[in-house]
């Protein structure tokens, strides 16, 4: 039975269409590789299909074709950046054992990725955060996701910590991650507005004081 109007499936026209959705898929990578640096300096909001096409290797109906709509765009950003992120600094902090070395290793990683301008803006996350905290939506929901995953990630091996005994037993994880996100996150701000690299080695060594006063061995924190 011939579905009509369709083309039978020879040798010639699946490599075509496999063909077709790799440049796909490497105009979609590369138009996400711009403008996840660009909305990193200049926010979500100054994005459009239009800047972008003057700018990515590709034109304005493809990138609608390749998104949809800004929302669509927003959104897979998002994600765009979150496995960035995730090759910056949760795969490298892998190596270290789970617990206080994974909790070290995570705030040495997070310290590189945004002192050494990973994305051009500091932390695209910091970045949009703000811009979305108070606009409700899917670009909001995707924005808060990453964020509740780097926070439970964090909390999960500050747990593991406490239950190993490198952290003191009274330790509330959530209020460790709650100073440890609060003090990179100034790091990266004082950084760009103020163009204090040192703001990084002020951060770890706080981090450090906090780890510390929560009953890790200083030892450990080198």
């Given at each position: 039975m011939t579905i009509r109007g369709a083309e039978p499936e020879t040798a010639t026209t699946v490599p075509s269409s496999d063909g077709r959705r790799r440049r796909g898929d490497r105009t979609r990578t590369a138009v996400l590789d711009h403008a996840v640096q660009r909305a990193s300096v200049d926010g979500l909001a100054g994005l459009t299909f239009g800047t972008l096409a003057t700018e990515a290797p590709a034109t304005k109906s493809a990138i609608a074709g390749l998104f949809g709509n800004k929302e669509g765009l927003e959104i897979a950003l998002v994600q765009h950046a979150r496995g960035i992120f995730l090759?910056?600094?949760?795969?490298?902090?892998?190596?270290?054992?789970?617990?206080?070395d994974r909790v070290w290793a995570l705030v040495q990683g997070w310290t590189a990725y945004s002192r050494t301008r990973t994305f051009a803006g500091g932390c695209f996350f910091r970045a949009v955060e703000t811009e979305v905290d108070s606009r409700p939506g899917p670009v909001h929901d995707a924005v808060v996701a990453v964020r509740r995953e780097w926070d439970g990630y964090l909390e999960h091996h500050v747990g593991l910590a406490v239950a190993g005994g490198d952290l003191a037993a009274d330790v509330d994880p959530a209020q460790v991650v709650f100073e440890l996100v609060a003090l990179l996150g100034t790091a990266n701000d004082r950084s760009l507005l103020l163009d204090d690299d040192g703001a990084y080695d002020r951060a770890l060594a706080a981090v450090r004081t906090v780890l510390v006063a929560h009953g890790a061995d200083a030892a450990r924190l080198a």
């Open positions: 090759a910056a600094v949760i795969e490298p902090a892998r190596a270290a054992a789970p617990g206080l």
